[in-house]
Structure formats: structure tokens, C-alpha cells
């Protein structure tokens, strides 16, 4: 990925622990790397294509200037955020607070904090099978579409589709969601389980009936297990509720380790259906 790098951008702050720094400030330097694609505005020569430096250093000095907070890493993580959401062509960013004048009361150079942070692609399949169905899926949306740190970016039809797992229940109706996100995995899956208790949402019986499900499907093209959530989400190669409405979204997109797209996996399910 191509970048911009703004160096040691100055600006005058009050952001601090102590009272004093929040009272008389201190001086800090801010180092960035913005990754963008620069290929259209270098043969076009056409600044619309590109990310304007000078903005993105107006919008660091202003923030700095009119907020204070105690922790560089508060100041990082937020300006990290509102850089990516006011300049769409930049897909991730490094971002450093250095602080030359920090109350160390040793001798020292500078400490600073650094982060990596940018867009995440995920897929999250939707399903509800109890009661008002049609009202709990858009409950379900909208909820999405209000997270902070989000964008929705497509939306498969709502299909029906016959319960799985062996759970004798209602039949469902699906689909599936592609979002942008800035949220780490585990903290997006804090955010869908509050959306489901939204609607009612009861963890009772494994693929039992449900107000409303929300379930990361894919995360980027990561491989994650923790204790609470497993990325790709487990056995979603052989449910074709969950294929289905990823070929309208992503058919191409390759399960990163099965290494077939979503319209083979379908595929394949539907053969060993007799669809």
C-alpha cells in the first residue's frame, strides 16, 4: 500500500495527568503514515484522488488544541478514529504521540505511543425464527447501521430457510451483512451480543430457536480462536443460509482456510442437497 508520511507535525497541547500540564501545556510532535492508494492521483495528477496532507494536519492541530485528556494513548486511539472516518481514500494509518516534555524528572529524549489502526471487512450473518421475525431482522439492521466506528456497506435479500442442527423449530429467515468496521473482533462480538438483547435475544439451546442471531462470519481473511469466538465462523462452509446470502454479497470472496470461494462452497452444498 502507498503511503504519506506527515513528520513531526508540532503542536501545543494540554493533554496530560498532572493539573499543571492540563493548566500550562507542553509542546508535542505527532508522526503519521497514511496508507492510500496514490496510483490515480500521481497519473492524473488530480488531488481529489489523493488525501490532502495539509487537511488531515489541520484536523490533528485543531483536535489537539480544543480537547484535553489525561493519556497520549487516549489522544492516539481518538485521532487514529477521526482521521479514518474524515478521509475515506486512507485504509489504515500509524499514528505517533511524542512527548519531549513529559514530568519524568529524569533525563530523556522522549516518550511517545504508536498504533496501527484502520478498516476491517466483515461479514455478519443475520437469522431470526421467533415471533414477529421480519420485525426483529430490522431491528437487527438498524442497530448495525447506528454502530459507532461503522459503516454498512451491502445487504444480502432475507431468505427462508429451514432450521439446522436437528432442532425441531420454526422455519428462519437470513441473511447476511457486510460492514466496515474499526472495532477489534472480540469488541464487535460485545457489540452484536448487546443488538441481540436488543430483541430478546435468550442463549438457551444450541441451534435452538431465536429472537434475533448475529454471528461474525469473516474478518478480513484472519483465522482467530479465543474462548469466546471462533473466525471463519465454524461449520459455515456446510449452511447454505449462510452461503447463500454471502454469494450475493461476496461470491468470489475466498474462505481463507479452505481456500474455495462462497459460490464453490454453495456449490457444493447444493450437490450434496439434490438442489
Known amino acids: 500500500m502507498d503511503q504519506i508520511r506527515i513528520d513531526n507535525l508540532e503542536v501545543y497541547a494540554y493533554h496530560g495527568v498532572f493539573p499543571e500540564e492540563n493548566e500550562k501545556g507542553q509542546p508535542f510532535f505527532i508522526n503519521m503514515v497514511l496508507y ?83 478498516w476491517h471487512t466483515v461479514y455478519v450473518a443475520i437469522g431470526s425464527n421467533m415471533g414477529e421475525k421480519d420485525k426483529y431482522i430490522q431491528l437487527g439492521l438498524e442497530e448495525l447501521k447506528k454502530l459507532p466506528d461503522t459503516f454498512m456497506e451491502g445487504v444480502s435479500d432475507i431468505i427462508v430457510t429451514k432450521p439446522y442442527g436437528g432442532v425441531e ?57 479465543s474462548d469466546t469466538l471462533i473466525i471463519p465462523h465454524v461449520d459455515m462452509e456446510n449452511r447454505d443460509f449462510v452461503l447463500k446470502p454471502m454469494c450475493q454479497l461476496a461470491p468470489n470472496f475466498r474462505h481463507p482456510l479452505l481456500g474455495k470461494t462462497m459460490e464453490q462452497l454453495y456449490g457444493e452444498v447444493c450437490a450434496k442437497s439434490g438442489e
Open 36 to 118: 492510500t492508494d496514490l496510483r490515480g492521483a500521481g497519473l492524473n495528477d488530480d488531488l481529489l484522488l489523493s488525501t490532502h496532507y495539509g487537511e488531515v494536519s489541520h484536523l490533528v492541530n485543531d483536535w489537539m488544541k480544543s480537547h484535553t485528556v489525561r493519556l497520549i494513548e487516549t489522544v492516539a486511539e481518538t485521532l487514529a478514529a477521526e482521521i479514518l472516518q474524515s478521509f475515506p481514500l486512507i485504509h489504515a494509518l500509524d499514528i505517533e504521540i511524542r512527548k519531549p516534555k513529559a514530568p519524568i524528572g529524569l533525563p530523556f529524549e522522549s516518550v511517545s505511543v504508536k498504533i496501527h489502526r484502520g
Open 169 to 225: 423449530q420454526e422455519d428462519f429467515l437470513n441473511g447476511a451483512v457486510k460492514i466496515k468496521t474499526l472495532f477489534t473482533p472480540e469488541e464487535l462480538l460485545v457489540k452484536l451480543h448487546e443488538i441481540e438483547e436488543m430483541a430478546e435475544r435468550k442463549r438457551t439451546l444450541r441451534w435452538g430457536p431465536r429472537t434475533l442471531d448475529l454471528d461474525i462470519i469473516f474478518y478480513d481473511k484472519i483465522v482467530y480462536e
